[in-house]
């Protein structure tokens, strides 16, 4: 696209959304809406080449398109961890519409949460590599949980967009009676040069690390200190877990003595089973272990606001 007036040319962009995204599903946007609205603030909007593909093929399809400067996703943290399925190691960058229910990569990048607000950051952003994490091929953005949050991400996933008051509290009590019901898992996990046997309620490897302090509950740190951070939680009851809860919301929890916290590069976590269910940024898969985790420093580009904007 040729300059105008000394001008920049506009951004060359592709926008895959997911229509079952929280503020599309609640807030009456539609993939029209959104183009037009990008359209409005001088992005040039690339029609996306399969737009009744799979989120991955569709994700992967928009990545290859020659002369786009950026795959903009509408969408929430597990849209995006898909996107960067495609996109970390390339040269194409990631563009951010967080329209998800927590949008904590948004957050820790300082994307705003205002649909106009984050459309300009795709006009007029600047881009920022930061790391991916990788376990048997996937890749994630903010955590990879195994244990007993992945069982009970089921239940969301079946009330997704439409969770109340009921379905809270019925959550809640399914979580108390799964802390009695479920034998904790058992693992070999294999951290530099040491390898030993585990038995857990909850596990997580974070892409990063968490920031503490107060209100900064799930805020990281840094999303490019090129390691990566695991934390676990061997027994798991009623009691423990509210003062876990507590330590949390206080900003106070990494030397809580029910939490065991290590920093790494990369880990292996291997068991006697087929396959675990494990949660990548809020999305469940089931995979075959070992499961051989891995930090992939600043391999993801992302547009975030220009320094003057943050």
């Given amino acids: 696209m040729t300059k105008q007036n000394g001008e920049a040319p506009a951004r060359r962009i592709v926008l895959v959304a997911n229509v079952a995204a929280g503020s599309l599903v609640d807030g009456g946007l539609t993939p029209e809406t959104l183009r037009a609205r990008l359209e409005a603030a001088g992005l040039a909007v690339v029609p996306e080449p399969r737009p009744e593909a799979s989120p991955p093929d569709r ?18 943290d597990g849209t995006l961890a898909c996107a960067a399925q495609a996109l970390t190691g390339q040269a194409v960058p990631l563009g951010i519409l967080p329209l998800g ?17 984050a459309i300009a950051v795709l006009a007029h952003g600047s881009l920022r590599p930061i790391d991916a994490g990788e376990v048997n091929g996937h890749v994630f953005l903010i955590n990879s949980v195994l244990g007993l949050p992945a069982r009970l991400a089921r239940h969301r996933e079946a009330k997704r967009g439409r969770m109340g008051l009921a ?11 799964h802390l009695g019901r479920y034998p904790r898992e058992r693992a070999v996990l294999t951290l530099g040069d040491e390898t030993r046997r585990i038995r ?31 934390y676990l939680v061997e027994t798991l009851s009623a009691a423990r877990l509210v003062r876990l809860g507590l330590g949390f919301a206080v900003g106070e929890w990494r030397r809580l003595p029910d939490l065991e916290r290590h920093e790494a590069r990369a880990l292996t976590l291997d068991a006697r089973r087929r396959a675990l269910r494990v949660m990548n940024d809020g999305e469940v898969v089931l ?24």
Wanted: with cysteine.
């Fill in 59 to 76: 994700l992967a399809a928009a990545a290859e398109l020659p002369g786009i400067d950026a795959v903009a996703v509408a969408g929430g």
């Fill in 101 to 117: 229910t927590m949008n904590l990569l948004a957050r820790d990048l300082g994307i705003p949460l205002d649909l106009d607000a």
């Fill in 167 to 177: 379905d809270l509290l019925r959550m809640a009590a399914g979580l108390l009676r």
């Fill in 200 to 230: 857990f309620r909850t596990l997580a490897v974070v892409c990063g690390d968490y920031r503490e302090g107060l209100g900064q509950v799930l805020s990281r740190a840094g999303v490019d200190g090129g390691h990566l951070t695991l």
């Fill in 287 to 310: 995979i075959a272990p070992p499961l051989r985790y891995r930090i992939r420093p600043v391999a993801l580009r992302v547009l975030v606001p220009a320094e003057g904007a943050r």
